[in-house]
């Protein structure tokens, strides 16, 4: 009888031993497949990214100063006074010369477009590109050769009294 005891925790002990050996391995694979999978999706991702080829920037087109602008606001319960610079990027040369005969007419719309402003507006960043959105939309109304590209403000300050 003492030798069937034996035998069973023989048994025992092995198939614990058994157990373990098979863990161990399986564990360490998980562990490594685990640290290469968070290597290449957070390091490998970084290193693509900087491999990635510089997109060159868009060719400007050729910019013309209208000058600045000082007209009274539409606020009515308060001074108002906006000085606003504006460069227009026009698309070519034609349309540069049309800017030029055409001047008195795209100044005049600008500040009639400016001066129907009120200060709440134009304050803000929404109110500044909705501005910009608008004076392209009138410039290049009254344009018949080409058009604005973009505006830029180069100077924008509003003062209240």
């Given at each position: 009888m003492a030798e069937e005891q034996t035998k069973e925790e023989g048994k025992k002990s092995g198939g614990k031993k058994k157990l373990i050996l098979i863990l161990i391995p399986v564990l360490l694979l998980l562990i490594g497949g685990g640290g290469a999978g968070a290597y290449f999706f957070v390091f490998h991702k970084k290193s693509e990214a900087k491999k990635a080829v510089p997109v060159a920037p868009e060719k400007p087109g050729i910019m013309y100063d209208l000058g600045s602008f000082l007209?009274?606001?539409?606020?009515?319960?308060?001074?108002?006074?906006?000085?606003?610079?504006?460069?227009?990027?026009?698309?070519?040369?034609?349309?540069?010369?049309?800017?030029?005969?055409?001047l008195p007419i795209i100044k005049d719309a600008v500040i009639n477009l400016l001066s129907s402003k009120t200060y709440n507006e134009i304050r803000t960043p929404e109110g500044k590109e909705e501005l910009r959105l608008e004076l392209i939309k009138r410039i290049n109304a009254i344009l018949v050769t080409g058009g604005v590209q973009n505006i830029y403000f180069t100077q924008f300050i509003v003062q209240s009294m």
């Open positions: 007209v009274n606001l539409a606020d009515k319960n308060a001074n108002t006074y906006a000085k606003i610079s504006i460069t227009i990027e026009l698309s070519n040369q034609k349309v540069q010369e049309e800017v030029v005969k055409r």
